[in-house]
């Protein structure tokens, strides 16, 4: 049988074009400079949960019949998602390389070392205090390579065949992924009554940045992808459930810290991601706005956007250059137009390239990869 690559999502990808966005002003920005999406821009690490949710979603979407017929290759599959992503992050490691100094003053001589050899592997993001070691955002590629460990394993999963036991099934996970925070407000490891953005503790680090925290949300997607299959594509349903979830994300986070950092930060926007993902995976006006060729233009460079902003952004003005280009008094309008840039470059001009070159010597004619 013939197991053909279902056809793009094209308003998913246009989404991550402002997904990836929302972390840049995140990490380099003030969110009030953005007037009523404020709260958004404030609450940009929900971007993430998004993208892991989205992760498993993709990835089930692409490769649900091949798991299912018990014909998906496992060692295609781990070559095709290591050719995806290892050159960007191998990229942004390289690009890394100022802030070496500033990690051997930051930590022991034993874990500087550790993370050195560890962050190549992809290994770091489990353990908390080098997490974020040579680069902020690429703590989620320890969590999203463990989670491709897993993906072939979950795809044989024998799912519900009905909507009412999925939906089921996805309240269940939900609940499960709010745990860990729920388990960090009561009990308080680090002492922190309220914490935020802002705050920092051990625990508070493994919360936020180790894998296990956030392997709810890519189970939940990979789900997701079940009941996508048994909805049509056209139809009032998937529009309202799309209108529903950005309207009810959106007032969420604008009530602020009235909702607890601990939750918001993976486990409770659950559901609501979940009504965005299948809303715009189906045929309608929201789908139709979000998948327009520009915002997909620049959404496929999302992944070079996210990993390589934090130390593109250090380069830039740690060299001045725009000083050098007279373009300081653009800052940072400018600099965000600056990582736009050079993350579609990065797309074409390395990470395209290096899949061909890295596929080729892994013999994989017949790719399985999926964005």
Known sequence: MDYRKPAPLKALTGLRCFAALNIVFFHFSDPKWFGWLA??????????????????????????????????????????????????YLLSLLLAWKIVPLEWGAHTHTMFWTGMVMTPLLLQGWIPQIATFLNTPA??????????????????WKKPERKRGLILALTLVWIVGLIPGTLY???TPDGIAHPNRWSYGP???ALKYTPLPHLA?????????????????????????????????FGLLSLGDMVPYALVHDGMLMPLFGCIVIGL????????????????????ASYCLY?????LWNLIHDYHVLDWLGLAKYDPWISYALLIGMSLLALHFVEKPAQRWLRDRMNTTRWAGAK
């Open 39 to 88: 709260p958004i821009v404030n609450a940009g690490y929900a971007s993430v949960s998004y993208f892991i949710l989205l992760s498993g979603f993709v990835l089930g979407y692409n490769y649900n019949q091949r798991g299912r017929a018990g014909v998906l290759d496992k060692v295609r599959f781990y070559k095709a998602r290591f050719t995806r992503l290892y050159p960007i």
């Open 139 to 156: 703590w989620t590629m320890s969590a999203e390579w463990f989670f491709y460990l897993l993906f072939p394993f979950m795809a044989t």
């Open 185 to 187: 407000m009561i009990f």
């Open 203 to 205: 625990w508070l680090q």
């Open 217 to 249: 949300s890519f189970v939940f997607g990979v789900l997701l992808s079940t009941l996508d299959e048994m909805m049509p594509r056209e139809g009032w349903v998937r529009f309202a459930l799309g209108a529903f979830g950005f309207a009810a994300a």
């Open 281 to 300: 995976a189906g045929e309608n006006p929201l789908a139709s706005a979000l998948g327009v060729k520009p915002l997909v233009f620049v959404g496929e």
């Open 307 to 311: 990993l390589l902003h934090f130390n």
